[in-house]
């Protein structure tokens, strides 16, 4: 077994080439199916967030996975490599735990990437590529992240992505409650960002989506109104505040749609957050004067800022996770022993076999069951020390030393002498 997993993240590369190897859910199945092909990978899982991208997988040939991360979305391996980290064994297990943990996000102690987590592994173990390794792995994962959180409290008084964007938003509209606002998409992080922003109680809340269903069921809750992302050009103009986050490839507020939007209002001033990856407003509409457009990484201030106070937490957090780092190690080398181990009970096996059948033979025939049972447990004696004694007896020099010394501690030999 070959634990590696790969990735680019927000500590390694900006979301300009995070969203160039992300894998929204439309294209995920078909690229864990096509890792797994061709014996590239016998097992794999894929975490797409709007902060990572990462592949898990069992692996012999680690190189060609990390060049199908690069070729799946036809890109030349060059401009994937150097934001590209490759972590083997023990560092595999211990960046799966530190993940899960929140310790490796941009929110430190978040609780978010513990749900993408079972979610991608879910996803994987529908389509049939988790196999022991991996669902090992996963298992002691969200055990190691439970714990940590349970016993260090890391995630306490967190500044989530969402109260970092209302935080931003009040540094240019100083009453929440006086502006509209705009939510596009109705995932998870529009929901959560959403909420943050309906305890301002702004004037106005909309939400837009592609299924208008969902679009209601989120303004419902939120006491706002719903429409079809198609009516997005007709309305954009109306919002002061601008929050998106969908799972499309392509971006769907351009910077035609956005100078049109701000000429409708007379160039009053818009604050837009792009919380999806790949972005949904093209990077463009920042540069408009009157439009003051956040991404994930640009949150990344605001959050740090709440990190000290929890910094006290990751070397208890850490100390967790090298113990459990450790213990899922020596599983996975006592896994290495499997085939031995079962080719030496397949051999006691046919041994046993052989010799009870001359035993049986023998009492069919009418002897003394003592004396059969008596050579039979001679015989077995004889053949399951033959191969040791007869391996002991050829070798030579410092050979025959540590075979003695092996034999010893295999049948427990030191206290019989």
């Given at each position: 077994m070959?634990?590696?997993?790969?990735?680019?993240?927000?500590?390694?590369?900006?979301?300009?080439?995070?969203?160039?190897?992300?894998?929204?859910?439309?294209?995920?199945?078909?690229?864990?199916q096509d890792l797994t092909r061709d014996e590239r990978a016998s097992e794999a899982i894929i975490v797409s967030t709007c902060n990572r991208t990462e592949v898990y997988c069992n692996t012999h040939t680690p190189e060609a996975v990390a060049d199908w991360l690069a070729d799946f979305h036809g890109i030349p391996r060059t401009e994937v490599s150097p934001y590209l980290t490759i972590f083997a064994g023990d560092d595999a297990i211990r960046h799966a735990f530190r993940v899960a943990s929140g310790l490796d996000s941009m929110v430190l102690g978040e609780t978010q990437i513990l749900g993408q987590l079972k979610q991608a592994v879910d996803k994987a173990q529908t389509l049939g590529t988790v196999g022991t390794l991996l669902s090992k792995l996963f298992q002691n994962t969200f055990a190691v992240a439970k714990e940590v959180r349970t016993a260090t409290e890391?995630?306490?008084?967190?500044?989530?992505?969402?109260?970092?964007?209302?935080?931003?938003?009040?540094?240019?509209?100083?009453?929440?409650a006086r502006q509209s606002v705009l939510f596009i998409g109705a995932g998870e992080m529009i929901e959560l960002v959403a909420t943050h922003f309906a305890a301002r109680t702004p004037?106005?809340?909309?939400?837009?989506?592609?299924?208008?269903?969902?679009?209601?069921?989120?303004?419902?809750?939120?006491?706002?109104?719903?429409?079809?992302?198609?009516?997005?050009?007709?309305?954009?103009?109306?919002?002061?505040?601008?929050?998106?986050?969908?799972?499309?490839?392509?971006?769907?507020?351009?910077?035609?749609?956005?100078?049109?939007a701000l000429k409708a209002r007379r160039h009053r001033p818009m604050f837009m957050v792009d919380l999806a990856v790949p972005r949904d407003i093209e990077a463009e509409v920042g540069e408009l004067s009157d439009v003051y457009l956040y991404t994930v990484d640009d949150l990344g201030e605001v959050i740090r800022a709440g990190h000290d106070a929890r910094r006290s937490k990751v070397d208890e957090a850490e100390a967790?996770?090298?113990?459990?780092?450790?213990?899922?190690?020596?599983?996975?080398?006592?896994?290495?022993?499997v085939p031995t181990v079962r080719a030496l009970r397949d051999h006691g096996e046919r041994l046993r076999r052989h010799e009870l059948e001359k035993a049986l033979k023998h009492l069919t025939h009418g002897e003394d069951p003592a004396q059969v049972l008596d050579a039979l447990s001679k015989a077995l004696t004889n053949k399951f020390l033959h191969?040791?004694?007869?391996?002991?007896?050829?070798?030579?020099?410092?050979?025959?030393?540590?075979?003695?010394h092996l034999i010893e501690r295999l049948y427990n030999l030191h206290g019989e002498r």
């Open positions: 070959q634990l590696f997993a790969f990735g680019i993240n927000h500590h390694t590369a900006p979301v300009a080439v995070r969203e160039r190897v992300a894998f929204p859910p439309d294209i995920l199945e078909r690229a864990l890391i995630g306490a008084n967190t500044v989530s992505m969402s109260a970092a964007a209302v935080a931003l938003a009040e540094r240019i509209f100083p009453s929440i004037r106005r809340i909309m939400v837009v989506n592609r299924t208008v269903e969902r679009a209601r069921e989120l303004a419902d809750r939120l006491g706002g109104e719903a429409a079809a992302l198609t009516r997005l050009p007709e309305i954009l103009h109306e919002f002061d505040i601008v929050c998106t986050s969908t799972a499309s490839p392509l971006p769907i507020l351009g910077l035609g749609l956005a100078e049109r967790i996770i090298t113990t459990r780092v450790s213990e899922f190690t020596h599983w996975i080398d006592s896994r290495r022993a191969e040791p004694t007869h391996a002991l007896g050829h070798a030579q020099g410092d050979e025959q030393g540590r075979l003695a």
